[in-house]
């Protein structure tokens, strides 16, 4: 068998290779249900099995708080209802019945209490009616994750679980919606979707990511790119220091340092962005969250690889090799070099990994082109002795950089590199091939190296042609549409719910009446309004207690879910050229808004280097402050029993997992100890995402990304970028954007220089 090849190429510049046995041969049928998956479908009587739930314990001190609180407002209501009630009671009573005013009194009060009685029966209805609700995205989400290889083990993952993926990265952020609790993840996810090359085309499902796209809007279209596959790592299990996470954030402002070594170490790091070209092994599950349809049997789910196990992309990028540097050590002499980064890790989570591989990681790795077959070297030559020179032959550069992060770092890998010779004893080396062997990895939690590969530059003339590059980004103009106005968040939120409980009140009152008689049947004129009869007055009444009382339960569930009408919290990433910085935005406002500190990245770049950035974030809501709470209160649990294991909740028995749906439900509804008040289970959203086009390089450079360096002399550019806007849409909070809703302004500069 002829050895692996692939052709050079700038944008995809790596090939994984002798991996045949981690490819899929067959596509899946996308049957999640078959594998583990749950559907609504199987608890029926959804309603009255939340009810029956709720009422065989305690309703929690925060709920009741909060039912406190609007029963206050009912109490309130009733009194000014009271006031104009008792004078049409007493014309009534003494009119009809002729009634001592005593009498009439208390048929006024007994009118009243009966509407607040049917008032507050409907608001406690309400909260089942979310439950309800709640409940239907709880029973995609236990469990969240099953093998799309049936029977397969949920105690460990099992070699054949762990499939590969290569391609280009059509999406990469952090994910804003994760179940809160510590059995699924640490942190939040990082999502990165990548369009498969062809040999893993098998590893995609029938249904495509996402598989609908119920509750967008129009002009809305998903987050996510056809025919892509997301590869999901959780950031926090990715650190060997827990301790954050078991602790609790105390902080908002907290947030950054845990946001995943990617963005919280060095610069060292290379993540994948859009555009780039990536490989990833891991865990080949189906996502139980999202599917085909809402109801009904047999729906198909999307795959993805969650966890990963491993990673690897690349970037070109100038590079200071030891064999350049100078007697100078301020002077740089970087070279046009390539950075390739190999990461693995066993933690992964919700479940990790027993080693770090099976066998030796190989790849081909294309290099930097080399302009010159030989370089002479003067030593002193004259004109009457041309020959005193010395003839220099190619020579490739290696340096290798630790990837670092909280606790102690990865391990650092030294690559095995092998000089791919051409076909043609004539043409140049263009391509490496490297080898991460498993004795390195054995024994390691966790694994990597950033590898960069340049040549040798004798008298510096690639090192003349590269630019310093230093970006920065000061701050962002938004929020061009609100998200968090909370009485508009409530009524959108609930607005199903609010209806049935305006006509659950109607129901409970439909046959009011006073002194026994039904209101529609009172004509008698009211005396201090003769156009009117005493039953009209009293039927406006009702409406308005009940009108009113509506009005207390959002603006109670309002204040509940917090905060400022014209503010809200953001936690932005922004990524150049696969480094990421995150900052916590605790008041976003309208208009400017300074990033502190500013996000700079310092990089030098070639003349055929491309410079590009991305951007998004997520919007803080309060099922997402639950996650900044201590790692064991984050813990799912039923009353009297162990935290469930992940593999207990996977294999839960039909009574288990009702009543694990029905608790997820319960304490995404309530929240945990980091609100005073009811989660309510608004979840987090997604901000807007800015991403490079490689497919488009004509643009003004303040508006270019990618940013061709090629023909670029010396400058400063401001820099301005828009991203659309982008929320979570649907019972199965599907991501989408809209091309032609701004959502924020993303400015900044950089400065081009040559290197010194």
Known sequence: MADPTKPPNRLKPFRRINNDSFLVAKAPDGLGVACGCHTPDEIPNLEEEFKKFLDEGVLPVPLLQTLDKVTAIVNTISAAILAAV?????????????????????????????????????????????????????IRVVPQWVPVLRGASSERITQDQIKEIEGVVTRSYGDPIEPPFSQWHTWFNWTVHVQPDDRYLNLLSPADNPPNLDGKEAGEQALARPRSLEVQWDTGALFAD????????????????????????????????????????????????????????????????????????????????????????????????????????????????????????????????????????????TPDVPHNVIVVRPRLLKSRATLEFAGPRAKLLDPIIEEIEPSDPAAKTRQVKITIPKNQLDGADAAGVILSLGWFDPNLERAATVKACRVTFRGLSGRFKVRDNPVAQIRELFAKELDELADDIAARLANLSIFGVRL?????????????????????????????????????????????????????????????????????????????????????????????????????????????????????????????????????????????????????????????????????????????????????????????????????????????????????????????????????????????
């Open 86 to 138: 008792i004078p049409l009671a007493i014309a009534l009573g003494l009119e009809s019945f002729g009634l001592a005013t005593i009498a009439a009194i208390a048929q006024a009060v007994k009118f009243v209490n009966e509407i607040a009685s049917a008032i507050n029966a409907g608001i406690r209805r309400f909260f089942v009616l979310i439950g309800k609700r709640l409940s239907l995205r709880a």
């Open 520 to 756: 529609e049947d009172i004509v008698i004129p009211n005396p201090f309004n003769p156009s009117r009869t005493i039953g009209q007055e009293l039927r406006d009444l009702v409406q308005r207690f009940v009108r009113e009382a509506i009005k207390g339960l959002i603006d109670t569930l309002a204040e509940a879910i917090g905060g400022a009408i014209s503010s809200e919290e953001w936690l932005v990433r922004v990524g150049v050229n696969g480094r990421w910085q995150s900052r916590y935005i605790p008041n976003m406002d309208k208009g400017a808004t300074a990033l502190s500190p500013p996000i700079t990245f310092e990089l030098s770049l070639g003349p055929d280097d491309l410079l590009f950035y991305s951007a998004a974030g997520v919007e803080f809501n309060p099922v997402g402050d639950m996650m900044r709470a201590a790692f064991r209160s984050r813990l799912l649990t039923l009353k009297g029993r162990p935290a469930f294991t992940w593999a207990q909740i996977v294999n839960a028995n039909s009574t288990d997992h009702r009543n694990l749906v029905f608790q997820y439900a319960l304490d995404v509804l309530v929240g945990n100890k980091t609100s005073a008040n009811p989660a309510l289970g608004v979840e987090n959203t997604q901000l807007g995402v800015i991403d490079p086009d490689f497919s488009q390089r004509n643009r003004p450079p303040e508006k270019s990304n990618p940013l061709p360096m090629a023909g670029l002399a010396a400058q400063a550019l401001a820099l301005d970028f828009v991203a659309p806007f982008a929320r979570a849409a649907g019972q199965q909070l599907v991501l989408v954007e809209n091309p032609t809703q701004p959502d924020y302004q993303l400015t900044g500069a950089v400065q081009l220089s040559p290197q010194r």
């Open 242 to 381: 827990r301790s954050p996470f078991e602790a609790g954030l105390k902080n908002d402002t907290d947030m950054p340092s845990v946001d995943g070594p990617m963005t919280t170490s060095s610069d060292e790091w290379i993540w994948p962005m859009t555009g780039m070209q990536v490989w990833a092994s891991g865990r080949w599950v189906y996502d139980c969250s999202r599917t085909t349809k809402s109801t009904g049997a047999d729906p198909q789910m999307g795959t993805m690889l969650n966890p990963p196990r491993a990673i690897a992309t690349a970037t070109w990028e100038a590079v200071q090799f030891a064999e350049h540097q100078t007697a100078d050590k301020n002077k740089s002499t970087k070279v046009p070099a390539i950075r390739f980064m190999f990461f693995a890790c066993k933690r992964g989570g919700y479940m990790s990994y027993d080693s770090l591989a099976e066998g030796d990681y190989e790849f081909i790795l294309d290099l930097p082109p080399l302009e010159q077959q030989v370089t002479p070297f003067p030593i002193g030559a």
